[in-house]
């Protein structure tokens, strides 16, 4: 996953003491170091303490952010006082990154002309002016909040991944691998709509991969195979596990010589009738690397896998919405045949025969599946569809129960609990969404919703 490092900027308003602008730039970099993440700030000599006032400062303070472009993926606004919003406006019109708008609390016995910060009136302030100017920003709760407290740490990490998913989503280099099944309208996609949102997408034909198959080294064969080993139990013929890895194989050397960022995948059923192998163990271990991969062509979905893995900085997979949970409204069973990153699972999973394509194909047709129990607790999911020529979103949270699921159910599924998951389905349905739901461990809704609806201009609804 991408290092973040974040532009300090500190906003200052000429008769509130600079002690006030020292203090604070020493603790918002030390909090952010905390965080586990970098900062770079303009020097104190360029400007009065090292903040800024007037529009020469903020031209100061543009002309030092021209400088670094590319070393940082994020801006903080620290509001140590009121701050000035016309050197911000200057300093702030061409940033291109997120912008997290931060307030210093006022404390009790420190109000009085000499102590007081004023900062949460001037951060109403300072967000009306940037709305004006159409610069885009983020509000995190508490309003005002110190640098050095557990909360801004909260909010760091939250602003993080909404400056990983910016960055990663706003030019995304997508690889279609094979045509949609001819079975599954439901993944339709509309490319221009995507690539007008800075998602690329480049297709190859199966014809292509299996002739690159065929010609994979047995060195490349070894490599891959010892990765895969490493995941699964594998006891079938060794030559399954020489075709899956020869699969591997040529989807890692697509995503170097097209610089892709994730991948789907037309899963069925050529791979079966033409190499008796089913490709979940190849996705799965992608999805451990980061690199979103889903299956069935989902496009759109792998962009939302992506989203929740940068939001979270840990994999993501990808699910089908798939039974009803015995009586119980708010639950449901997600399910998918084997393509879990192995992060996501509670240990090695187990190579088994996809139950689906022997019933269609025969014995030795879907070799492939990485089956195993999902690990519990809390997740972020959600889903993507495009339509009318916008990117549309769904976002909810909810949790991997341990309730038990009958021995006999093929795959790798868990129970779903989140409040109002009937009304959430009622939704899907009525809107057009997908049966998959991309998932995520822990609950990262709010970065995903403020990257995807806020700067990347999706259409999200949020649960």
């Not at 104190?44 to 993926?73: S, W």
């Not at 279609?176 to 949102?197: C, M, P, Y």
């Not at 496009?299 to 919405?321: E, F, K, R, V, Y």
């Not at 899907?428 to 700067?455: F, Q, S, T, W």
């Amino acid at each position: 996953m991408p290092d973040i490092t974040f532009a300090l900027f500190f906003g200052n308003r000429g008769f509130f003491p600079g002690e006030l602008i020292a203090d604070a730039r020493k603790e918002l970099t030390e909090a952010v170091e905390k965080a586990g993440y970098h900062s770079i700030m303009m020097e104190e000599t360029e400007t009065r303490y090292g903040a800024v006032e007037t529009i020469e400062e903020g031209e100061k303070f543009a002309r030092f952010l021209a400088g670094n472009r590319g070393k940082y993926q994020g801006i903080i606004l620290c509001l140590p006082n009121f701050g000035d919003e016309n050197g911000a406006c200057v300093a702030l019109k061409d940033a291109g990154v997120p912008i997290l708008v931060q307030a210093y609390p006022d404390e009790v016995g420190k109000m009085d002309f000499a102590h007081r910060r004023d900062a949460l009136c001037g951060k109403i302030a300072m967000c009306n002016v940037l709305r004006q100017c159409g610069i885009k920003y983020t509000l995190l709760k508490p309003f005002t909040v110190h640098p050095s407290s557990d909360e801004f740490q909260a909010q760091i990490e939250t602003f993080a991944g909404v400056c990983r998913i910016v960055n990663g989503l706003k030019r995304y280099n997508l690889g279609a691998i094979g045509a949609r099944t001819t079975a599954f309208k439901t993944v339709r996609v509309d490319e221009i709509g995507l690539q007008r949102s800075g998602v690329n997408i480049e297709t190859f034909d199966l014809g292509e991969i299996f002739r690159r198959m065929r010609d994979v080294s047995s060195d490349r064969i070894e490599e891959k195979m010892a990765a895969y080993l490493k995941i699964t139990h594998f006891d079938f013929p060794i030559e399954k596990l020489h075709n899956i890895a020869r699969l591997g194989a040529v989807v890692d050397d697509l995503i170097l010589e097209y610089h892709l960022n994730g991948i789907a995948l037309r899963c069925w059923n050529e791979f079966q009738l033409e190499f008796g192998i089913a490709p979940c163990m190849v996705l799965g271990e992608l999805n451990e690397r980061g690199i979103a991969a889903s299956c069935e062509v989902d496009i759109t979905n792998t962009l939302m896998m992506q989203a929740l893995a940068l939001a979270g900085n840990m994999p993501s997979m990808l699910l089908d919405i798939n039974n009803n949970y015995r009586d119980n409204p708010d639950k449901c069973i997600l399910f998918h045949c084997g393509p879990i990153p192995i992060s996501l699972m509670e240990g090695k999973g187990t190579t088994v025969e996809h139950k689906m394509f022997v019933k269609s194909y025969g014995e030795g047709s879907g070799i492939g599946v990485n089956q195993g129990k999902l690990r519990k607790g809390k997740i972020t999911f959600g889903s993507m569809k495009t339509e009318d020529g916008k990117i549309c979103a769904y976002l909810g949270c909810g949790e991997l129960t341990k309730e038990p699921i009958e021995p006999e159910f093929f795959g790798t599924g868990s129970v779903l609990y989140s409040k109002g998951l009937d009304g959430i389905l009622d939704y899907i349905g009525k809107n057009g969404y997908r049966h998959h739901m991309a998932v995520a461990p822990e609950h990262i809704c709010d970065a995903a919703e403020e990257a995807l609806a806020n700067y990347l201009e999706y259409d999200v609804k949020r649960f």
